[in-house]
C-alpha cells in the first residue's frame, strides 16, 4: 500500500484505467469462449474500441488544447480510405496479412496526420465558431470528393476519373478500387478485438503522457490564456497543430479499424458526415471534456445504449435523450460536482470497511 501512495497520480490513474480494459477485455474472451455472449454484442466489441479512441482523440483537441472541431470524422473517413485503398490493392501481393494491415494502420494514420497538418494550418489561426464550421466544411468536401471519385488498377497501374467507371478504361483484368458512391468492396476483414483493443490502450498512453508532458502544459496553458502562454515564450502555433495533428491520426487509425472491420465501405452521411463527428463530439462532453477515461466510458455506454433498447422501439431513442441529459446533469450541475467531491469512490470504500469493522 506504501509503494502504491509513493506513485504519482497520473501513473495511479494510468494503471488503473489500463487494468479496467484488461479485465473487461478478458471478461469479454472468456465470454466468447464459453458461448455466453450474444452475437449482437460480439458485433460491438470493435466499434466500442475505436469509438473510444475517437472520443479520447478529439477530447485532445476540444478538451485539452481547448478548440472546438467538427471535422473528426472527416479524418476518420481520410484513413479509412487511404487505408482500405492500400489493403485491397495489395491484397494478394503481400503474403503476410498482419503485415500488410500494419502498413494499412500506418497509412491510415499518416494521411489523416497529413490532412490534419494542412487544415490546421489555416483554420487553427481561427477561433471558436469559426474554427467549427470550417472543420466541418472540410468533413463534408472530403465525404463529397471521394463519392465522385474513381481509382481503378490493372497491367499499366492506377487509372483515376471523376466522371464514372467506364472513363477508367480499364483493361480485361482490371480491378476498380474505388467505384465513386459504392466505395470500396472486398477490404479484408483484418480488425479483430484484440488488436482494437491493444491500439486503445495504446491510444490512451500515448494522450495521457502527452497531457502530463512538457509539451502537454504547454497546450493546456495555451488554452487557459493564449496572451500569457505567448508571453512566456510558448510557440502557440507550433503546440496547436501538434495537438490537432496528433488527433487527427488517431481518429485516422480509428478509420483503418472501421474499415476493416466491415465488407463494404461507403463515404454516406451516416459513417462521415456531420452526425458522425456530432456524435464523438457527445462522448466528449458527456465523458467530461478534458477527461480522457470519461471519454472511454461515455463513448462505450452510449455505443451500447441505443442497441439494448432496440426492444423498446418508438421509446428507444426518448430512453436514450433522457439518459443523455441524465449525464449532463450528473457531470455538470454544481451540485452533483460537489457530492462527487465529497463522496469519492475511496472515501466510499473506507466507509463500508469502518461499518464492517464496526459490525465485527
Not at 510558448?234 to 488527433?247: C, Q, R, V
Not at 462532453?285 to 422501439?313: K, M
Amino acid at each position: 500500500m506504501k509503494k502504491w501512495n509513493t506513485i504519482n497520480k497520473s501513473t495511479r490513474n494510468n494503471i488503473i484505467t489500463i487494468g479496467v480494459i484488461v479485465v473487461i477485455y478478458a471478461v469479454c474472451q472468456l465470454m466468447i469462449a464459453a458461448g455466453a455472449m450474444s452475437n449482437l454484442m460480439q458485433g460491438l466489441l470493435v466499434p466500442l474500441c475505436y469509438y473510444s479512441i475517437l472520443a479520447i482523440s478529439l477530447n485532445l483537441t476540444v478538451g485539452i488544447l481547448g478548440e472546438l472541431s467538427l471535422g473528426h470524422a472527416g479524418f476518420m473517413c481520410v484513413g479509412a480510405f487511404a487505408g482500405a485503398f492500400f489493403s485491397k490493392s495489395t491484397q494478394n501481393g503481400i503474403g503476410s496479412s498482419f503485415v500488410g494491415f500494419l502498413i494499412a494502420l500506418l497509412l491510415g494514420a499518416i494521411a489523416a496526420a497529413l490532412f490534419g497538418a494542412l487544415i490546421g494550418v489555416v483554420v487553427l489561426r481561427l477561433r471558436g465558431d469559426y474554427l467549427a464550421i470550417v472543420t466541418l466544411a472540410f468533413g463534408e468536401i472530403i465525404k463529397n470528393v471521394i463519392n465522385v471519385l474513381y481509382i481503378g488498377l490493372d497491367g499499366k497501374g492506377f487509372h483515376f476519373s471523376m466522371k464514372d467507371s467506364e472513363a477508367l478504361n480499364l483493361e480485361e483484368n482490371g480491378t476498380i478500387i474505388i467505384n465513386g458512391a459504392k466505395g470500396i468492396t472486398g477490404t479484408p476483414k483484418h480488425t479483430t478485438f484484440t488488436i482494437a483493443a491493444l491500439l486503445l490502450i495504446a491510444a490512451y498512453l500515448i494522450i495521457s503522457n502527452l497531457i502530463h508532458s512538457r509539451s502537454g502544459r504547454a497546450i493546456q496553458a495555451i488554452r487557459d490564456n493564449r496572451i500569457a502562454a505567448e508571453s512566456v515564450g510558448i510557440d502557440i502555433t507550433g503546440f496547436k497543430l501538434l495537438a490537432f495533428t496528433l488527433s487527427a491520426a488517431m481518429a485516422g487509425v480509428a478509420g483503418v479499424l472501421y474499415s476493416h472491420n466491415i465488407s463494404t465501405l461507403v463515404a454516406t452521411p451516416k459513417n462521415f458526415g456531420y452526425n458522425m463527428s456530432i456524435m464523438i463530439l457527445v462522448f466528449v462532453v458527456l465523458g467530461g471534456i478534458g477527461n480522457i477515461r470519461g471519454s472511454i466510458i461515455a463513448a462505450v455506454i452510449l455505443t451500447l445504449l441505443p442497441e439494448y433498447l432496440r426492444f423498446l422501439q418508438d421509446y428507444r431513442m426518448l430512453i436514450y435523450a433522457i439518459v443523455l441529459i441524465v449525464i449532463m446533469i450528473f457531470n455538470w450541475n454544481p451540485t452533483c460536482i460537489a457530492w462527487r467531491k465529497n463522496h469519492s469512490l475511496r472515501d466510499i470504500l473506507h466507509s463500508l470497511t469502518g461499518k464492517n469493522k464496526k459490525e465485527a
